[in-house]
């Protein structure tokens, strides 16, 4: 009587190929993701059939958040011998704070190219830019917001009605221009994609309309508005 | 002694275990998958009118009978974070001139029901439209590719536009503050969907209104 034989199996799986595929996969993922920009509130956008892309450079994102208030995120070009995002921040940063006092050390306007979107009132720029990291969105969302309420036109005696005294939001555009302008960009200046709006579908209209008002006045007649793909069904 | 030692060299077995290896991977792809965004933004061209003075003489003038003013309501409620929303959106329209003797101001909504603005606007804008889709279903068939497809709806396009006796609408949308966003975006796909290629975003005049306030019954921004 022989006894059957069960021949010993071994339990070890060789990991190897399993391990040859997750690395692929994460290389796949490394090499393509963006990550998720940070923002101070999080918008819901419209669905359109409009299935042109967000430019990933030389962008000037205008967040408008449903409570009103406005928020901007610059990105300058991918090209390094172009205008690279940190040296567009700097120099319109500068460019808008002029020598308002206290004025910003080199480490507070170091900080602020390493920021995603921002949006302070001038005032209290300097201020914001102290505070640790994880208090500044708190800051951004409770007192934030570029003050961006079109100034009241004033009319000369002789009838001619002359555009008051430009807002901060005004101020930053018109940086945001010379800074282009200085860098041989007016190409994209005058492109019509270099700002994007982007607002919350439920939103009146009435806070969107204040953000184009004020582009008008700048001469920025041509900007995109951002907005989530929707598909529309053939007939 | 030398020789005694060398035999007694252990034999390594080369096999490395890549389970952990393969586990942290795994980690790693989650926290990479989780933080990615695939989809990015779509955008939506637009165009706004300078707000400069323009001479008379470079105005364009447009024919009454193609014009077709869209007026946008809605309702604004500000919860307690000073979030707004817009809701109840409404649409109203009239043709041509304001008719500021009876008032008349007609109710729309969007879809693709008779008589939405979707049906509207396409038989306003039929002559280009057939010819569009008579492309598109040349290109489907294949008996055309990509590029003349492109190269011919941007002649039919440029030969409507240079046609002055052609039928084409004119849209005038004016959004009310109180008007939804969205609305005013799905107004602007409507004229993509339905190729018209003059409109333009304007804010109320006196006529419209007083047009507005005879419709609904309060003036602009009371309630």
Request: with cysteine.
């Amino acid at each position: 009587m022989g006894k059957v034989k069960i021949k010993k199996q071994s339990t070890i799986i060789d990991m190897t190929a399993m391990s040859d595929v997750t690395v692929l996969l994460l290389t796949f993922f490394m090499l393509t993701s963006t990550f998720l920009q940070k923002e101070p509130v999080t918008v819901i956008t419209p669905p359109s059939v409009s299935e042109a892309k967000v430019p990933d450079e030389k962008l000037v994102q205008v967040l408008v958040a449903p409570n009103g208030k406005v928020y901007l995120n610059m990105t300058g070009a991918k090209d390094s011998t172009q205008l690279s995002t940190e040296t567009f921040r700097k120099e319109v940063l500068l460019d808008v704070y002029g020598d308002r006092k206290p004025g910003l050390t080199q480490k507070q306007v170091k900080e602020f190219c390493n920021l995603g979107t921002f949006g302070m009132p001038l005032n209290k720029i300097s201020e914001w830019l102290n505070l640790p990291m994880e208090k500044r969105d708190e800051a951004l969302k409770e007192e934030g917001g570029i003050p961006i309420k079109m100034s009241v036109k004033t009319t000369t005696e002789d009838g001619q009605s002359a555009a008051g005294q430009p807002n901060e939001f005004q101020i930053w555009l018109k940086a945001i221009r010379q800074v282009m302008h200085n860098h041989g960009l007016d190409d994209d200046l005058r492109g019509g994609h270099l700002v994007a709006i982007k607002a919350e579908q439920n939103c009146p209209y009435s806070l969107v309309q204040v953000v184009m008002d004020n582009l008008q006045t700048e001469k920025l007649n041509k900007f995109t508005l951002m907005t989530s793909l929707k598909q529309e069904a053939e007939e | 002694m030398a020789k005694k030692n060398k035999s007694r060299q252990k034999k390594f077995d080369t096999r490395i275990d890549f389970t952990p290896m393969v586990d942290m991977n795994m980690l790693l792809i989650t926290f990479f998958m989780l933080c990615t965004t695939m989809l990015k933004s779509q955008t939506l061209d637009l165009v706004l009118p300078t707000n400069e003075k323009v001479d008379k003489e470079e105005e364009t003038k447009i024919k009454e009978s193609d014009a077709i003013t869209f007026i946008l309501d809605g309702n604004v409620t500000t919860d307690k974070n000073g979030q707004q929303t817009s809701t109840d959106s409404k649409i109203y329209f009239y043709e041509g001139q304001p008719d500021m003797e009876n008032f008349t101001l007609n109710d729309i909504k969007f879809g693709k029901e008779k008589d939405a603005i979707r049906d509207m606007l396409q038989k306003r804008n039929k002559e280009l439209l057939v010819e569009i889709n008579k492309l598109k279903a040349q290109w489907k068939k294949g008996e055309i590719n990509d590029s003349i497809y492109n190269a011919r709806v941007i002649v039919a396009r440029e030969k409507q536009a240079a046609d002055i006796n052609a039928k084409r609408p004119i849209i005038i949308i004016k959004p009310t503050a109180n008007a939804c966003y969205a609305d005013v975006v799905r107004m602007l796909d409507e004229m993509q969907i339905n190729e018209i290629s003059t409109y333009q975003i304007e804010s109320l005049n006196k006529q419209d209104s007083t047009l507005y306030e005879h419709k609904v019954g309060h003036a602009l921004g009371a309630k």
